[in-house]
């Protein structure tokens, strides 16, 4: 099967419910709280939530390139069943805790189980798919990202019928029965010899584990990839877990409608963003090398506005409207981080490439999660949010200025 010109894309949409799995399990904590922090009083602060939130985002930013490393070494196949499956039973625990230790504790382990995931599963997308497919494939895996965001947003809303508990139980337990889906259907990439055992080549010597890592951090178009994604991922990860309480206190709704509101604004926008931009830089980077670039830097650049309009609108057009516009902005970027490393990475050590990417933003999303926690209390959430307009700017111009891709995809 997995010989088939249809695999490729079958591989897109297996990995397309773990994306919307991955989402789905960290992001409903956000609208879950106002029902978790009667049972568990140390949620009552915006600044104690703000640091439950950190936690994963810390430890999710650490694991991240370590997780790159392991995924171009071994079968990615069983690396993503295994971070499904641990997840999933996090998740399922969490329906279980009493006290806010023990919640910090399992966001701590779920930090280390989802970041095994997105540096296999983009590597494998992009390996099954060419220069002439790549973004959009990537696109299309995103909107599960989107997708989870969006149903994560409808925990509030289980939880005001059943309970805070039976929101957790019940997506723990769809995770864990999908990972036995994944045993059956996912087949890592046949071309390659290295990954054909589950543990394939990890007890390796050193030399040739940080062999990738020391190819990258040498090489000076990566480092203006690395600052290019970790700008952007200030408020692109404030607007995942605190746009909610924008959208509450902007409005004055009540967080049960705000979470789905919010969520389904931007997972709406989202998903158009990326097939949007998948579909044009796709097209583009046939034309002109830079095509991708300049897809990305149009989808960042309507992220700008976007933000003031977010932190400074007080009615339901200017709020949704600019939720909107960021999203489809921010889409248009995601669609394309992964067809931009390509350009200047070897398929060897595009998971490091990705993980150690996805590990500057995570760190600067748990920076910005702290400080818009802190932000909130003091009743300055709205403002902060549209201040991040301008270092998306200066993020944007470096791109434009400094990045030069040499080929549509790095073969080297």
Not at 117 to 124: E, K, N, R, V
Not at 375 to 383: A, E, V
């Given at each position: 099967?997995?010989?088939?010109?249809?695999?490729?894309?079958?591989?897109?949409?297996?990995?397309?419910?773990?994306?919307?799995?991955?989402?789905?399990?960290?992001?409903?904590?956000?609208?879950?709280?106002?029902?978790?922090?009667?049972?568990?009083?140390?949620?009552?602060?915006?600044?104690?939530?703000?640091?439950?939130?950190?936690?994963?985002?810390?430890?999710?930013?650490?694991?991240?390139?370590?997780?790159?490393?392991?995924?171009?070494?071994?079968?990615?196949?069983?690396?993503?069943?295994?971070?499904?499956?641990?997840?999933?039973?996090?998740?399922?625990?969490?329906?279980?805790?009493?006290?806010?230790?023990?919640?910090?504790?399992?966001?701590?382990?779920?930090?280390?189980?989802?970041?095994?995931?997105?540096?296999?599963?983009?590597?494998?997308?992009?390996?099954?798919?060419?220069?002439?497919?790549?973004?959009?494939?990537?696109?299309?895996?995103?909107?599960?990202?989107?997708?989870?965001?969006?149903?994560?947003?409808?925990?509030?809303?289980?939880?005001?019928?059943?309970?805070?508990?039976?929101?957790?139980?019940?997506?723990?337990?769809?995770?864990?029965?999908?990972?036995?889906?994944?045993?059956?259907?996912?087949?890592?990439?046949?071309?390659?010899?290295?990954?054909?055992?589950?543990?394939?080549?990890?007890?390796?010597?050193?030399?040739?584990?940080?062999?990738?890592?020391?190819?990258?951090?040498?090489?000076?178009?990566?480092?203006?990839?690395?600052?290019?994604?970790?700008?952007?991922?200030?408020?692109?990860?404030?607007?995942?877990?605190?746009?909610?309480?924008?959208?509450?206190?902007?409005?004055?709704?009540?967080?049960?409608?705000?979470?789905?509101?919010?969520t389904i604004t931007i997972a709406s926008s989202s998903f158009i963003g990326v097939i949007v931009g998948g579909l044009l830089s796709d097209r583009w980077v046939q034309k002109n090398i830079k095509g991708r670039m300049y897809?990305?830097?149009?989808?960042?650049?309507?992220?700008?506005?976007?933000?003031?309009?977010?932190?400074?609108?007080?009615?339901?057009?200017?709020?949704?409207?600019?939720?909107?516009?960021?999203?489809?902005?921010?889409?248009?970027?995601?669609?394309?981080?992964?067809?931009?490393?390509?350009?200047?990475?070897?398929?060897?050590?595009?998971?490091?490439?990705?993980?150690?990417?996805?590990?500057?933003?995570?760190?600067?999303?748990?920076?910005?999660?702290?400080?818009?926690?802190?932000?909130?209390?003091?009743?300055?959430?709205?403002?902060?949010?549209?201040?991040?307009?301008?270092?998306?700017?200066?993020?944007?111009?470096?791109?434009?200025?400094?990045?030069?891709?040499?080929?549509?995809?790095?073969?080297?």
């Amino acid at each position: 099967m997995n010989r088939s010109a249809k695999y490729p894309w079958i591989v897109v949409a297996l990995l397309w419910v773990v994306a919307l799995l991955n989402y789905m399990d960290r992001q409903m904590l956000s609208t879950l709280k106002p029902s978790m922090q009667v049972d568990i009083p140390e949620l009552q602060t915006a600044a104690n939530f703000g640091y439950l939130m950190a936690i994963f985002l810390w430890i999710y930013g650490f694991m991240s390139p370590v997780s790159g490393m392991i995924a171009d070494k071994v079968n990615r196949k069983w690396l993503i069943v295994g971070s499904l499956f641990v997840w999933s039973a996090v998740t399922l625990a969490m329906g279980y805790a009493r006290s806010f230790e023990q919640l910090y504790w399992l966001r701590a382990v779920m930090g280390i189980s989802e970041a095994l995931y997105i540096p296999a599963g983009l590597s494998l997308i992009a390996d099954y798919h060419s220069s002439t497919t790549r973004s959009l494939a990537v696109g299309i895996h995103m909107t599960g990202l989107y997708m989870g965001q969006a149903l994560g947003g409808f925990g509030a809303t289980i939880a005001e019928r059943f309970s805070w508990q039976q929101a957790f139980h019940s997506f723990g337990i769809i995770g864990i029965v999908y990972s036995m889906v994944l045993i059956i259907w996912l087949r890592e990439k046949p071309a390659d010899e290295e990954r054909s055992s589950p543990i394939a080549e990890l007890p390796q010597t050193k030399s040739s584990l940080f062999k990738g890592l020391g190819l990258l951090l040498t090489n000076l178009s990566f480092w203006i990839i690395l600052f290019y994604f970790a700008v952007p991922s200030l408020p692109g990860w404030g607007v995942k877990n605190w746009l909610p309480t924008l959208f509450a206190e902007n409005l004055g709704i009540d967080m049960s409608k705000a979470g789905p509101l919010s969520t389904i604004t931007i997972a709406s926008s989202s998903f158009i963003g990326v097939i949007v931009g998948g579909l044009l830089s796709d097209r583009w980077v046939q034309k002109n090398i830079k095509g991708r670039m300049y897809t990305s830097a149009i989808g960042l650049g309507l992220t700008i506005p976007a933000l003031v309009l977010i932190g400074h609108g007080h009615t339901l057009l200017h709020i949704v409207g600019a939720a909107f516009c960021f999203g489809f902005g921010f889409g248009m970027f995601d669609a394309n981080n992964m067809p931009i490393l390509c350009q200047f990475v070897s398929r060897k050590y595009r998971a490091t490439a990705y993980g150690l990417m996805n590990m500057v933003g995570v760190f600067a999303g748990a920076f910005i999660t702290d400080l818009l926690g802190k932000s909130t209390d003091k009743g300055n959430l709205g403002k902060d949010f549209a201040l991040l307009a301008g270092i998306v700017v200066i993020a944007l111009l470096i791109q434009l200025f400094f990045l030069k891709p040499t080929s549509a995809d790095y073969t080297e």
